[in-house]
């Protein structure tokens, strides 16, 4: 382009060269007026200067441009698609018999040959996020998006319209359901869970290997709900319980009166937990099935990664919407996030989005401080991450050296981490002995008076924290740690709409008497702490689950400093590193778990409540524990891990898919081997002192 650009000139600027020339030897002849050849030499003069200078500026070097940030950015994201596309084409391009290339053989096929056929319908229950959603009815902005995914897929109408995107998403901030004008409804069928995003695969491998036995569509159903509503209303508005019901009993007529096994994932097992006393109960608020329906219907639950008591994520969720990552994205770049410059204000918008979202409060840790701790316990406080006083501790025990019974005690006291603070104010105030804490009464009493700066003043997005006096965040902090109990006044406080609408429709508690007539009511069904499995002594009941991965456990928090445009007062304090365990990194103290669910949530009412008959399992249904212990992928060619143990990737891991199979198939849980335990659940179920 800067080539053309010069030629233009120089045909520009020719024609004057030689015109004044013309002009120079005209008067010789015609005998023109002396002065006409003064201003014709002056634009010669100027013309030939004008080339010069030109000429001049061609040889001349550029001066080298300053490298930016974006520049920094850009290049990476070209070396990366450039590696990626470069392997793949290698990858496709190789002979498949070169040794190292062929995958492995799916265990589908395997079991297969071994004899192992369909026998058992399947329903796949999926969890929260990992549904696809789509448009049925919506605003002005969203033309053109009539039954196109919201959730789940590409995502390009994130970066095509957000705002309008977000609004779509939201639920009604009083009801919980839609807002005016606007239809959002799960995808149906099994491509509603298959892939979260393309190549991101949830339910798909699982569903292949399935096929590979002889699954098909009459056989096998993805129970896909609205995952945003509570588990009540996706009855309420899209009567998806009853369809659940219907397509149960209709899958055991049709194939040969065989029961049905059904595979929950994530929330899906609180869901499916809520299903089994909703079919049992009475209309209206109930199905109507009667006591005996799931005992007629149900062979065994496969409860994948359970969030049965719940997750502390929610927790870092609701009160900053954040969680590991976003702590590491401000711990390595501070101002990004928060930057008045950029204005992007992401958080806020996920909060004001998040908080429509009744299922989140769901997921909200279930048993109080006798399941998590109180301020100086907890059943994981023997934990040790990978840290300088492990790796000592190791080598004295390897080379045999006599210690000191005392000094041994002191270290593994200090090891101890009070993982009970579920929240704290400080790193100092996460480690000291409660005794050495400032805190205020249990039921905080805040003034919710309004801020003294309007929301509208500085574009901020409109979250219930605007409702919040900065007095009342200050109180807040002085509180300086929180357990589970008195967490539920501190969301009451930060977030009363929101703890108002959806405690009406989940509890968080540990009953007294199961047979108390309130406990009928919808709001306990989901939490198993809370309500009785059904009477059903020949089902089946798993826990699986993956271990050996850090899991968030509790959270450093810190008042936002101020700003100009700040939403959200409080934040994960990304600063807090280095505890005696190694187990605090980024603000954020990491137990067992498979990167989500930590492993007392996961395991512990399969390992206690549920083990034998005791007043949450009357019939003695058969309960198990398979863990799943966490291998990273060798290669790229195992793509997200053939025996992973994360939260997700697990549906890729070949153990769990095998169990899966043999059990639909016709297996018992003494006949896949019982329980399987890598971590320390028997021991953590053993400190937890609950009433069986």
Same mark, same amino acid.
Not at 223 to 237: G, K, M, P
Not at 478 to 500: C, F, G
């Given at each position: 382009m800067s080539s053309i650009l010069r030629f233009r000139k120089l045909c520009f600027l020719q024609p004057t060269k030689s015109s004044s020339y013309d002009q120079k030897s005209e008067p010789q002849k015609n005998q023109t007026p002396p002065h006409t050849n003064k201003i014709d030499d002056k634009n010669y003069v100027v013309a030939a200067s004008s080339e010069e200078n030109l000429k001049r500026k061609h040889f001349q070097k550029r001066a080298p441009r300053e490298w930016r940030c974006i520049d920094s950015c850009c290049w990476m994201i070209g070396y990366l698609c450039t590696t990626w596309w470069l392997l793949f084409f290698l990858y496709h391009c190789l002979p498949p018999n070169l040794a190292g290339l062929h995958p492995p053989e799916p265990p589908g096929t395997r079991l297969r040959r071994q004899g192992v056929t369909a026998l058992h319908p399947v329903v796949l229950v999926p969890g929260i996020v990992t549904g696809g959603l789509e448009l049925w009815e919506g605003r002005p902005c969203s033309d053109g998006l009539f039954r196109q995914r919201l959730w789940g897929g590409t995502f390009t109408e994130i970066f095509r319209r957000p705002m309008c995107w977000l609004e779509h998403l939201s639920l009604d901030n009083e009801t919980g359901l839609d807002p005016p004008g606007i239809r959002v409804r799960p995808v149906p069928g099994l491509?509603?869970?298959?892939?979260?995003?393309?190549?991101? #695969?949830?339910?798909?491998?699982?569903?292949?290997?399935?096929?590979?036995?002889?699954?098909?569509?009459?056989?096998? =159903?993805?129970?896909?709900?609205?995952? $945003?509503?509570?588990?009540?209303?996706?009855?309420? $508005?899209?009567?998806?319980?009853?369809?659940?019901?219907?397509?149960?009993?209709?899958?055991?007529?049709?194939? %040969?009166?065989?029961?049905?096994?059904?595979?929950?994932?994530?929330?899906?097992?609180? =869901? @499916?937990?809520?299903?089994?006393?909703?079919?049992?109960?009475?209309?209206p608020m109930g199905g109507g099935g009667g006591p005996l329906w799931c005992a007629k219907h149900i062979k065994s639950i496969m409860n994948i990664g359970p969030a049965f008591l719940g997750v502390p994520k929610a927790v870092g969720n609701l009160i900053s919407a954040e969680s590991k990552d976003v702590a590491f994205i $401000?711990?390595?770049?501070?101002?990004?996030?928060?930057?008045?410059?950029? %204005?992007?204000?992401?958080? /806020?918008?996920?909060?004001?989005?998040?908080?429509?979202?009744?299922?989140?409060?769901? !997921?909200?840790?279930?048993?109080?401080?006798?399941?998590?701790?109180?301020?100086?316990?907890?059943?994981?406080?023997?934990?040790?991450?990978?840290?300088?006083?492990?790796?000592?501790?190791?080598?004295?025990?390897?080379?045999?050296?006599?210690t000191d019974n005392r000094i041994d005690f002191q270290v593994q006291e200090s090891t101890k981490t009070k993982y009970g603070r579920i929240i704290s104010f400080g790193k100092k105030e996460s480690e000291l002995p409660s005794s050495e804490i400032f805190n205020l009464d249990s039921?905080? *009493?805040?003034?919710?008076?309004?801020?003294?700066?309007?929301?509208?003043?500085?574009?901020?997005?409109?979250?219930?924290?605007?409702?919040?006096?900065?007095?009342?965040?200050? $109180?807040?902090?002085?509180?300086?740690?929180?357990?589970?109990?008195?967490?539920?006044?501190?969301?009451?406080?930060?977030?009363?709409?929101?703890?108002?609408?959806?405690?009406?429709?989940?509890?968080?508690?540990?009953?007294?008497?199961?047979?108390?007539?309130?406990?009928?009511?919808?709001?306990?069904?989901?939490?198993?702490?809370?309500?009785?499995?059904?009477?059903?002594?020949?089902?089946?009941?798993?826990?699986?689950?993956?271990?050996?991965?850090?899991?968030?456990?509790?959270?450093?928090?810190?008042?936002?400093?101020?700003g100009r445009c700040k939403s959200i007062p409080l934040q994960i304090d990304s600063s807090a590193n280095k505890s005696p365990n190694g187990?605090?990194?980024? %603000?954020?103290?990491?137990?067992?778990?498979? /990167? *989500?669910?930590?492993?007392?949530?996961?395991? @512990?009412?399969?390992?206690?409540?549920?083990?034998?008959?005791?007043? @949450?399992?009357?019939?003695?249904?058969?309960?198990?524990?398979?863990?799943?212990?966490?291998?990273?992928? !060798?290669? #790229?060619?195992?793509?997200?891990?053939? /025996?992973?143990?994360?939260?997700?990737?697990?549906?890729?891991?070949?153990?769990?898919?095998?169990?899966?199979l043999r059990v639909v198939a016709g297996a018992s849980g003494s006949e896949i081997g019982g329980d399987r335990i890598f971590s320390d659940i028997m021991k953590m179920s053993e400190k937890i002192n609950i009433r069986l």
């Open positions: 491509v509603a869970a298959d892939y979260f995003a393309p190549g991101y #695969f949830v339910w798909a491998i699982l569903i292949e290997n399935l096929a590979r036995i002889g699954y098909e569509g009459k056989n096998m =159903y993805m129970a896909a709900y609205d995952w $945003r509503l509570s588990f009540q209303n996706t009855e309420v $508005r899209d009567q998806s319980l009853s369809r659940l019901k219907n397509k149960i009993e209709l899958m055991y007529v049709t194939n %040969g009166n065989k029961k049905v096994v059904v595979v929950p994932h994530s929330m899906g097992v609180i =869901y @499916f937990l809520h299903f089994m006393k909703w079919v049992e109960a009475p209309p $401000r711990a390595m770049a501070p101002g990004l996030l928060d930057s008045d410059i950029f %204005g992007l204000q992401a958080l /806020e918008q996920v909060m004001k989005v998040s908080r429509t979202w009744d299922s989140i409060i769901s !997921l909200i840790p279930k048993g109080g401080e006798t399941v998590w701790g109180d301020l100086d316990w907890s059943p994981e406080e023997d934990y040790i991450c990978d840290s300088p006083t492990e790796k000592y501790q190791q080598k004295i025990d390897a080379k045999g050296n006599k039921k905080v *009493s805040l003034n919710n008076a309004t801020t003294s700066q309007s929301p509208a003043s500085c574009g901020k997005v409109w979250t219930e924290y605007d409702e919040v006096s900065d007095e009342s965040i200050r $109180r807040i902090s002085e509180e300086k740690a929180y357990t589970t109990k008195t967490l539920l006044d501190l969301l009451r406080s930060i977030a009363p709409k929101m703890m108002k609408r959806a405690e009406a429709h989940f509890s968080h508690g540990i009953a007294d008497n199961l047979d108390d007539p309130k406990y009928d009511h919808y709001k306990y069904w989901s939490n198993p702490l809370e309500t009785k499995l059904p009477d059903a002594p020949e089902m089946e009941i798993y826990c699986l689950y993956g271990v050996g991965i850090p899991t968030e456990r509790s959270y450093v928090y810190k008042v936002s400093p101020p187990c605090l990194k980024g %603000g954020v103290y990491f137990s067992d778990g498979d /990167e *989500s669910v930590p492993v007392i949530s996961a395991g @512990f009412v399969c390992a206690k409540p549920w083990r034998g008959k005791t007043r @949450f399992n009357p019939s003695g249904i058969s309960s198990y524990v398979r863990e799943y212990k966490h291998k990273a992928p !060798l290669n #790229f060619l195992e793509g997200r891990g053939l /025996e992973s143990g994360g939260h997700v990737d697990i549906m890729g891991n070949v153990a769990l898919i095998e169990d899966v």
